[in-house]
C-alpha cells in the first residue's frame, strides 16, 4: 500500500508540474507594467551608442509609493556578449551596475535604488546607451526588469533589435530606369510627320530651307553684263576726251607740224 500511495503522489507531481509549465505566464506582480519607449529598431556596429529607455508604471490605489531597482537582461544571436557596450545613465550621468553573465545571458542591475518613485501618478524611467563592436552581426533581445527593494520582478518588457555592420546599414541606391516612350505617343508623332510630308506648304518650306536661291530669279549674270558694257563706254568716252583737248592745244599743234614727215630728197647724179 506504502508503494502504491507513493508511486500515485508522484504521477500526480508530474501532472502539476507539466500543467504549471504548459500554464500561460502572468504579470509578475498584479498592478505594476514596464513599456519599453525609445526602442532602436537597429544598431550598427563601430557606430555611437543609440538609447533604450523602459518606463515602469503602477495602477495600485493608496498613497504608498514603491523604489524600483532596474535590470537588464541581454540575449544575442550571432552576437557575441563581448561585443556590447551598455551604459546606464541616471540624470545624464553613469548610473553603478552590477553584471552577471549566464551562458548566452548577461543582466546588468544597478548597484542602488532608481532615484525616483513608483507612485500611482509618478513613474520611473530607465535609460540605458547601447553600442557594438566588433565584426559579427546578428540580433540582440532586451528586456527590461523593473525590481523592488527586496529584488523582486514586479513586472519587465523586452525587444529585439537587428546589429547590422556600417556597410549593411547604407541604403542602396537604385537607379530608377529612364521611362520608355509609349506607343500612343509614338504613333502620334508618326501621324504627325505623315501629315507633313503630305502637305504643299510644308514641302516647300523644307526645300527653301536647304537651297536659300530657291524661288529668287538671279541677278547675278544680267549685273556683269550692264557693268561691263558701262566700264567700256566710260573708258571710250575718256579716250575721246582726251583726244579733243589735245587737239586744242596750240604747243600739241606746233610739236605735230615740226615733226619729220620721213620723206628726203635724193641728190642729183653729176654726169
Not at 20 to 32: K, L, M, T
Not at 223 to 252: E, M, Q, S, Y
Request: with cysteine.
Amino acid at each position: 500500500m506504502r508503494h502504491l500511495a507513493a508511486r500515485a503522489l508522484t504521477a500526480l507531481t508530474l501532472v502539476a508540474a507539466s500543467l504549471a509549465w504548459a500554464a500561460p505566464a502572468s504579470a509578475d506582480v498584479q498592478g505594476f507594467a514596464v513599456d519599453i519607449g525609445q526602442n532602436p529598431a537597429t544598431f550598427t556596429i563601430g557606430k555611437q551608442a543609440r538609447t533604450l529607455t523602459a518606463v515602469a508604471t503602477t495602477e495600485r490605489e493608496g498613497r504608498r509609493c514603491v523604489k524600483v531597482r532596474w535590470a537588464l537582461t541581454v540575449r544575442t544571436e550571432g552576437v557575441s556578449l563581448d561585443q556590447i557596450r551598455i551604459n546606464r545613465v541616471e540624470n545624464d550621468q553613469t548610473f553603478r551596475t552590477r553584471t552577471q553573465v549566464d551562458d548566452d545571458a548577461a543582466s546588468i542591475v544597478d548597484a542602488q535604488l532608481d532615484p525616483g518613485q513608483l507612485c500611482r501618478d509618478q513613474t520611473v524611467t530607465g535609460r540605458w546607451d547601447i553600442a557594438f563592436t566588433g565584426p559579427d552581426d546578428g540580433e540582440v533581445t532586451l528586456e527590461a526588469r523593473a525590481l523592488d527593494v527586496a529584488g523582486r520582478q514586479l513586472s519587465s518588457a523586452s525587444t529585439t533589435s537587428r546589429v547590422v555592420t556600417a556597410v549593411a546599414a547604407k541604403p542602396s541606391v537604385t537607379p530608377s530606369p529612364s521611362p520608355s516612350p509609349s506607343v500612343s505617343a509614338t504613333e502620334e508623332e508618326t501621324e504627325q510627320v505623315a501629315d507633313d510630308a503630305t502637305t504643299p506648304t510644308g514641302r516647300a518650306t523644307s526645300a527653301a530651307a536647304l537651297n536659300p536661291a530657291a524661288g529668287t530669279p538671279s541677278v547675278l549674270g544680267p549685273g556683269l553684263i550692264i557693268g561691263a558694257v558701262l566700264v567700256f563706254l566710260g573708258v571710250a568716252l575718256l579716250l575721246r576726251i582726251r583726244t579733243r583737248n589735245r587737239k586744242a592745244d596750240p604747243a600739241w599743234q606746233a610739236q605735230t607740224q615740226a615733226l619729220p614727215t620721213g620723206f628726203y630728197s635724193m641728190p642729183r647724179r653729176r654726169r
